[in-house]
């Protein structure tokens, strides 16, 4: 346990590990992936893992053992460990916002310690999962009743950001284990055809509302909060005693879901010292638990916790999240790859990208070290994907031949839960033959062997050779799990939030705070105004001048055109 700071470091790329991958990097970056399996047959035996129910194996990257010594040293040059220990310890590692990073306590067995500020906050944790329990059961089993009397059919999840993305990515992706006959919906969007569409699916009288905001004050939440009571009482004889059966609340402003007017029995609370995109454990899982009872939700738990275990107990040199963030940065800062794609091959992991979005992007999306200065390397890659194999139909052409090359973590399952096998091994297949494709490339003899074969003519070879040539040595990683299960899932979500964390430690930035969202919502509110002001007043430079005149004269005239 660290009780005091640990001491700044100076610059990542004058640190000496930094400076010897550096050199290193001139030899490898001419290296072929080809090459690196042709030299060692065991490569694969070397480079893959397993932690916690997932496999890994990221020999398919352009490195070797001696890459991977120096990225561990430096590791333990930007000291890593320690600061993973101070995050576990509570220590205010989120440093702008001088808070304490605690989303794994979340998910610590009852009666395992969490200290913050010398109080033991497992006990509150468990509080809050009791409560869930009880309530989920409660909706589960038709206990819970609405003002007349009807079982609850519908949940309604109105949140943004942290306080969506992860229930929509694990009601997918849980699917399988979900009520019989309960539905799911999710709110996010401030755009009225979001919640304006939703409400036209429900009926007022069994559905019951859950709304999700950390801060309670996220315009897009309380817009969409708001007009949702408004249409229930409409429905309700504008009888506000109603809204009690029908209208949940979680979040860590107690104050705000008062002035709400939600009843503070059906308040669950989270604590400031969870950040939104890590959240998904906390009373945010409120409709995953609804969805898949509280015994699997446990288990969501459980598997994340396996997770920390291996991330805090294991060596550098075979620590999953460790390993995933070290070649990550490689890729990043030493081969110069700007994005990342995620190809989940399993149809129900679809939202996972846009999940891994948030957690990623607006954890290290970051240009200023902790120190304040401005840093002198590329920080986090841009983070998108696409369920396999629509990927492969769309934009896959890009990432096998275009100018650019593009890292995947392909993720995909072993045993499926339908009963169509020869699915199962075509999409497998496809799976591990793109990451062979990536790899390999086909060079210009094996295309002109196989053109020949073909019984093409030379002059015609020599015409579209060079179109058909892929040049591989395109890196991936491949994660492995056994089954998709609330036990895989949670540890998979939890090695992408510590891939995440140690990424902001090597690069030394604040994975923990998110600046970068506010100035866009501080313009909106005044253009908000202008556009509903009669009035037109010029304010803003010729181009945003010009949107706003043309909007306020639509809206103004209230045509549609
Ligand atoms: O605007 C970004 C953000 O603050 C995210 O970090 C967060 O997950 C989301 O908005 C929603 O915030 P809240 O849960 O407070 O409504």
């Given amino acids: 346990m660290h009780s005091s700071p640990l001491p700044s470091l100076p610059s990542l ?4 590990a930094f400076l010897a991958l550096q050199d290193h990097c001139t030899e490898a970056k001419n290296w072929h992936l080809r090459d690196l ?7 694969f035996e ?24 120096l990225l561990c040293n430096l590791a333990r040059e930007r000291q890593v460990e320690a600061k993973r220990d101070a995050m576990f310890a509570g220590e205010k590692i989120n440093l702008t916002e001088h808070r304490a990073v605690l989303h794994t306590a979340l998910r610590a067995p009852r009666n395992q310690a969490f200290v913050l500020d010398g109080q033991d906050i497992n006990h509150d944790v468990h509080a ?48 399988e284990f979900a009520h019989p006959n309960l539905n799911f919906h999710f709110v996010s969007n401030i755009d009225g055809h979001d919640v304006d569409a939703t409400l036209a699916k429900v009926d007022p009288e069994s559905t019951l509302f859950i709304i999700a905001s950390k801060t309670f004050t996220t315009q897009d939440t309380m817009l969409n909060a708001h007009s949702t009571r408004n249409w229930f009482l409409r429905h309700a004889d504008g009888d506000t005693s109603k809204l009690a059966q029908h209208f949940v609340a979680i979040s860590s402003n ?14 669950f609370v989270f604590w400031d010292w969870v950040g939104g995109r890590y959240s998904v454990w906390s009373a945010i899982g409120l409709s995953i638990a609804i969805m898949i009872g509280f015994e699997a939700f446990s288990a969501f738990l459980a598997g994340a916790h396996a997770m920390d275990v291996h991330f805090q107990t294991a060596p550098l040199e075979s ?10 940065l490689w890729n990043r800062n030493f081969l110069g790859y700007a994005s990342l794609f995620v190809a989940p091959y399993h149809q129900d992991l679809r939202r996972l990208p846009a999940y891994l979005q948030q957690l990623e992007m607006e954890s290290n999306g970051k240009s200023v070290a902790n120190d304040g200065r401005q840093v002198n390397y590329p920080t986090c890659p841009i983070l998108w994907g696409e369920a396999g194999s629509n990927n492969q139909h769309a934009y896959f052409q890009l990432l096998h031949q275009g100018g650019d090359i593009i890292p ?11 009963h169509l096998p020869q699915h199962h091994t075509a999409l497998l297949a496809n799976c591990f033959a793109q990451s062979e494709a990536f790899m390999r490339g086909k060079n210009a003899q094996e ?5 020949q074969q073909q019984g093409v003519s030379e002059q015609e070879i020599s015409k579209f050779l060079p179109h058909k040539i892929f040049a591989g040595n395109r890196p991936s990683n491949t994660l492995l799990m056994d089954a998709l299960t609330p036990i895989t899932l949670g540890a998979l979500l939890a090695l992408y939030e510590h891939k995440t964390m140690v990424q902001g430690v090597l690069w030394g930035i604040n994975s923990f705070d998110q600046y970068g969202v506010e100035l866009g919502k501080q313009l909106a509110k005044n253009i908000q105004m202008e556009l509903e002001a009669q009035a037109h007043t010029e304010r803003h430079d010729s181009s945003t001048n010009g949107l706003i005149a043309r909007a306020k004269a639509s809206l103004h005239t209230n045509t549609i055109k």
């Fill in 408 to 418: 995947v973590d392909f993720i995909a399952v072993l045993k499926p839960s339908h």
């Fill in 37 to 43: 399996f042709a030299s060692a047959p065991t490569r």
């Fill in 46 to 69: 070397t480079m893959s893992m397993q932690a916690a129910g997932l496999f890994l194996d990221y020999s398919k990257n352009r490195l070797n053992q001696k890459t991977l010594q």
């Fill in 128 to 175: 809050v999962l009791d409560q869930i329990k009880a309530f989920s059961e409660k909706v589960r089993s038709g206990a819970w009743r609405g003002y007349s009397g009807k079982a609850i059919t519908d949940i309604v999840n109105i949140g943004i950001g942290g306080s969506d993305l992860g229930p929509k990515m694990a009601h997918s992706a849980l699917r």
């Fill in 447 to 451: 295309v002109h062997d196989e053109l």
């Fill in 319 to 328: 620590n999953m999240p460790i390993l995933l963030a070290l070649i990550g």
């Fill in 254 to 267: 107690q104050a705000e879901i008062q002035r709400f007017g939600i009843d503070p029995k059906n308040m």
């Fill in 13 to 16: 790329t004058t640190s000496a």
